[in-house]
C-alpha cells in the first residue's frame, strides 16, 4: 500500500482549463511537501473537460469527472471524501500560489493545536485577508512578491471570524469532527462561512497566516451566473440555519433553568 501524502490538494474546475493549468504549473513548481492533487470537474466542456481529462494520466493525480455541476460544496465533498492527507486543502483553480506556501500554511498550523482552519493572505477576497493593491505589476512578477511577502512576515498570523475558501488548509482531525461541508448552500458562497462557524463551535481557531499570499483571479467559477441573487439566497440560509442553532442552545439553556428551579423548589418543600 502506497503511503499517504502528508497533504491533499482538492481543485475544483468548471470550464476554466485556462486557469488550472497556470494554477497546477504554480503548485507543482512552488510545493516541496509530499501531497497527491484531486481535480473535481463539475462537468466541464470542449477544451476544459479534455485537459481535465488528460490530468488522470499524471503520477499523483486523480480525477472525478461529475455529469452536471454540484457547485462548490458538492464537488468539493467529493474531493474530501477522496483525500487521503493529514491535511486537506481547498484551492480554486483560478488560484496561484508562490514559493514556500504550502509549508508555511501547515507551519501555522502546527503552531497552535487549536487551529483548525488556515487561510492566506490575497489580492482577491473579500475581509480581513484581501490586500488591496499589493505591489506586483503581473502574475509573472508574484513569485518574486510572495517569496518577499514570506520572509517580511514569517511565522506570523492571526484569528479571524471567517476565512474564505479559494485556498483553505483544514486539518483532517476537524473533518473527523465536523464534517463535510453543508450543500445546502448552492453557488454563490457562504459554504465556507458556515464551516468556520461549525468549526469554531468545535472549539477549533480559524487563523489567517500572515506570511502566505496566494493569488486569485477571482468569480471565474461564477461565469453565466447571477452572482448577487445567488449571494443573497446563500446569506438568508446562513442567516437562518444559525438562528435556528441559537434558539436551540437558548431552548436548552431555559431546560435547564427550569430543571434547576424545580429540583430546589423540591428541597424547600422538602
Excluded at 482538492?10 to 509530499?34: A, F, M, P, W
Excluded at 501555522?108 to 485577508?129: F, I
Aim: proline content about 3%; aromatic content about 10%.
Amino acid at each position: 500500500m502506497k503511503r499517504a501524502p502528508l497533504v491533499s490538494l482538492v481543485i475544483l474546475c468548471h470550464n476554466d482549463g485556462d486557469y488550472l493549468k497556470e494554477c497546477l504549473q504554480s503548485v507543482s513548481r512552488h510545493t516541496k511537501t509530499s501531497y497527491e492533487v484531486i481535480i473535481v470537474d463539475n462537468a466541464s466542456v470542449g477544451a476544459s473537460a479534455k485537459y481535465v481529462k488528460s490530468l488522470a494520466r499524471r503520477p499523483g493525480f486523480s480525477v472525478i469527472r461529475n455529469k452536471e455541476n454540484l457547485y462548490f460544496a458538492g464537488g468539493n465533498n467529493q474531493g474530501i471524501e477522496a483525500a487521503r492527507g493529514k491535511y486537506v486543502v481547498l484551492l480554486n483553480a483560478d488560484a496561484v500560489v508562490g514559493p514556500g506556501w504550502l509549508e508555511l500554511m501547515i507551519g501555522c498550523a502546527e503552531r497552535d493545536k487549536k487551529a483548525g482552519l488556515v487561510a492566506p493572505r490575497t489580492n482577491g477576497a473579500t475581509s480581513v485577508q484581501l490586500v488591496d493593491k499589493p505591489g506586483y505589476a503581473s502574475v509573472a512578477k508574484f513569485p518574486a512578491f510572495a517569496r518577499q511577502w514570506a520572509r517580511r512576515y514569517r511565522g506570523k498570523s492571526f484569528e479571524a471570524h471567517r476565512l474564505i475558501a479559494f485556498c483553505l488548509l483544514i486539518k483532517r482531525e476537524v473533518i473527523e469532527r465536523i464534517g463535510l461541508l453543508d450543500e445546502r448552500f448552492g453557488p454563490g458562497g457562504y459554504e465556507d462561512y458556515d464551516y468556520c462557524l461549525r468549526a469554531q463551535q468545535a472549539g477549533y481557531k480559524t487563523v489567517v497566516a500572515q506570511d502566505v499570499f496566494v493569488h486569485h483571479y477571482g468569480g471565474k467559477g461564477y461565469s453565466n451566473m447571477d452572482y448577487d441573487h445567488h449571494r443573497r439566497i446563500n446569506r438568508e440560509l446562513l442567516a437562518r440555519k444559525w438562528a435556528r442553532q441559537a434558539f436551540h442552545v437558548l431552548d436548552d439553556m431555559d431546560s435547564v433553568r427550569m430543571s434547576s428551579e424545580r429540583q430546589t423548589a423540591g428541597v424547600a418543600r422538602g
